[in-house]
């Protein structure tokens, strides 16, 4: 997640699809969560086209390879490691939200009210690069351990309250 990673010519989905990779790395689930696979979900309009596949293409975390899904319903967010929300409306971002509750999925989203609404990492733009807040009190009510590198280089803001 270095400066170099979000080359000035990297187009913004494409770093965002990086980022989704490293934040997955970086944070440790309860272990009664690990399954075969780990699960990278986009749920909405996928944004990524061919980036998300490409970066998580034969990589692994924990020794278990990644899928990339793209969900079709907000009832399929349990099945969630990480879960990307495109951009949607607060209402029925907060109701996807409220399904993520107590379940250990790091979501991720980039609206202006992701964080106040109870998501974990909001994408947000400064200066033409992608930068990331997080809201840790909602990562550890998902009962996310967050390591410090990934701490370390983003913006941490506790909203308090939120759907989760």
């Known amino acids: ?34 399954a075969p696979s780990f699960r990278i979900c986009v749920l909405g309009r996928d944004p990524f086209g061919v980036a998300l596949s490409n970066i998580v293409q034969s990589k692994s975390i924990s020794g ?18 990480v879960l990307f929300i495109s951009q949607s409306d607060p209402e029925a971002l907060k109701q996807v939200l409220e399904r993520t509750r107590g379940l250990p999925v790091l979501t991720v989203g980039e609206s202006a009210d992701f964080l ?14 992608v930068r990331f807040e997080i809201n840790l009190e909602s990562a550890e009510r998902h009962h996310l351990k967050l390591s410090s590198k990934l701490l370390a280089v983003a913006r941490v803001v506790n909203v308090g309250g939120g759907a989760n």
């Open 64 to 81: 278990r390879p990644i899928v990339r899904v793209q969900l079709q319903s907000p009832a399929e967010v349990r099945l969630c490691h």
């Open 1 to 34: 997640m270095t400066a170099a990673a979000q080359s000035a010519r990297a187009p913004e989905y494409e770093v965002k699809a990086a980022f989704l990779y490293n934040f997955a790395k970086f944070v440790e689930w309860p272990s009664a969560s690990l």
């Open 116 to 129: 106040r609404l109870g998501g974990s990492i909001n994408f947000v733009l400064e200066q033409d690069r």
